[in-house]
C-alpha cells in the first residue's frame, strides 16, 4: 500500500472519528437534559451561594449532572454564579439549562387586606429570601423612619396594596425602600392637597381610610361613610367607629385570628389607644391595610349632614345613615333585634 493510500486512509479515519466526536458532543450538549415531570418549575439560589451549592439545588432535576458541567464549564458559570429565583422547564438543553440559571425571574408579589404590620411582613416574608423578622427590623428601624414621617404606631401605612415585581432575592431594606419609594409616587401633590381639604395627612388619610375599608365592603357606600367620620372629626365628636374596637380587642388578646361580630357595651369602655368610642380623633396608627377606593373615598367623600349610620337588615352589606340621634336610634335597635335572633353572640 502506497504511503499516498495509507495518509488517505488515516485521513478519512481521524475525520470520521472526529465527526463521531463532534456527533457525541452536540448530541450532549443538546440533547434534553431534564428529570422532572412537571411543565416547568422554579429553583432557588440563596444569596452568597457558589457552584457546589448550585450543584446540590439543580441536581435533582438534571437527568446526566456530567453533561450540565461540561457545557457549564464551557460556559464559565462556576464562576459566575447568581442568587435568585430561575425558571427550569421540561425537556431543557444544556446550554438552556445553564442560561437559566443566569436569568433571575422576579417574583410578582400582590396584597391587601392585612389586617397588621405583622402579618404583612409574615406574608412577603413566605414569598421572598428575606424572612419576616428581618422585614420587621427593616420596616421599623428607627432611622428610616424618623426620615420619611412614620413611628412604630403608623408606619404600616406606608403600604400601597397593589401587584408589584421584585426579585425573590431582594434584602429586607431594598424591599422596604421600594415600598417607600411606591409610598411617595402614590401621594402626588394632588392626593396630599385632597387630604389638606379634608384636614389631614396622608398618614392620617389612610388611618382612616382604614376604618372605612373595615366598615364596609360596598366601594360605592365608602365615600358616603367617610362623610360620617369627616363630620365627626369636625364636630370632635368621637368617631364611635367599631372595627377599631375589635382591633382593640384582637390587639388586648394577641389573637388576630378570632372573628368577633358584636361588640357589647363592656367593649365599649376598654381603655385602649385604639377605641375611638373613650378617645376623640382618629387611633395612633391603621387597623389594616386599607384598599386603594378606601383612601380614595376619604380624599373625595360625599358631601352631606349624616353623622350616624348601622348595618342595613334591608340591604345586607350596605348601611342606614341619620342626621339625628333619635333616627339613628331606631336604625340601631332595627340591627340589634335582628342580630340577635339570628343568635349571633360574638
Not at 495509507?6 to 481521524?14: C, E, H, K, M, S
Not at 425558571?87 to 425571574?105: E, F, P
Not at 365627626?232 to 365628636?237: F, P, V
Request: net charge positive.
Amino acid at each position: 500500500m502506497s504511503i499516498k493510500k495509507i495518509i488517505t486512509l488515516t485521513a478519512v479515519a481521524v475525520i470520521s472519528v472526529l465527526m463521531i466526536y463532534g456527533f457525541i458532543l452536540i448530541s450532549r450538549i443538546f440533547s434534553a437534559n431534564t428529570k422532572f415531570e412537571e411543565k416547568e418549575l422554579y429553583v432557588y439560589v440563596p444569596t452568597g451561594a457558589n457552584y457546589t451549592d448550585v450543584k446540590k439545588i439543580v441536581a435533582p432535576y438534571i437527568k446526566n449532572f456530567e453533561d450540565f458541567e461540561m457545557v457549564a464549564d464551557k460556559r464559565n458559570y462556576p464562576e459566575n454564579v447568581k442568587s435568585g429565583r430561575f425558571l427550569l422547564k421540561k425537556d431543557m438543553n444544556n446550554i438552556d439549562l445553564v442560561r437559566a440559571m443566569r436569568s433571575n425571574i422576579p417574583v410578582k408579589l400582590a396584597f391587601n387586606n392585612q389586617e397588621r404590620l405583622e402579618n404583612f411582613a409574615g406574608r412577603i416574608g413566605s414569598q421572598i429570601e428575606a424572612d419576616s423578622l428581618s422585614l420587621m427590623k427593616a420596616f421599623k428601624d428607627p432611622d428610616f423612619m424618623a426620615a420619611n414621617g412614620f413611628n412604630e404606631d403608623n408606619v404600616f401605612a406606608m403600604f400601597i396594596p397593589n401587584t408589584y415585581e421584585v426579585y425573590w432575592n431582594t434584602s429586607a431594606e431594598k424591599f422596604r425602600d421600594k415600598m417607600i419609594k411606591e409610598y411617595h409616587n402614590f401621594w402626588t401633590e394632588e392626593r396630599i392637597d385632597k387630604a389638606k381639604k379634608q384636614g389631614l395627612t396622608p398618614v392620617q388619610a389612610t388611618i382612616l381610610a382604614s376604618i372605612v375599608h373595615k366598615e364596609s365592603v360596598k366601594k360605592d357606600e365608602r365615600p358616603r361613610i367617610a362623610g360620617v367620620y369627616l363630620n365627626r372629626l369636625r364636630l370632635e365628636m368621637p368617631l364611635q367607629a367599631d372595627p377599631t374596637v375589635i382591633y382593640a380587642l384582637k390587639l388586648r388578646d394577641n389573637n388576630f385570628d378570632q372573628v368577633i361580630k358584636r361588640v357589647f357595651y363592656n367593649d365599649l369602655v376598654m381603655r385602649s389607644s385604639y377605641n375611638t368610642y373613650v378617645n376623640i380623633g382618629l387611633p395612633p396608627g391603621p387597623i389594616a391595610m386599607p384598599d386603594i377606593t378606601a383612601v380614595e373615598a376619604v380624599l373625595n367623600p360625599e358631601k352631606h349632614d349624616y353623622i350616624y349610620f348601622c348595618a342595613s337588615i334591608d340591604r345586607f352589606g350596605y348601611h342606614e345613615f341619620a342626621s339625628t340621634y333619635e333616627q339613628h336610634t331606631k336604625n340601631a335597635k332595627k340591627y340589634s333585634d335582628w342580630i340577635a335572633s339570628q343568635g349571633v353572640i360574638r
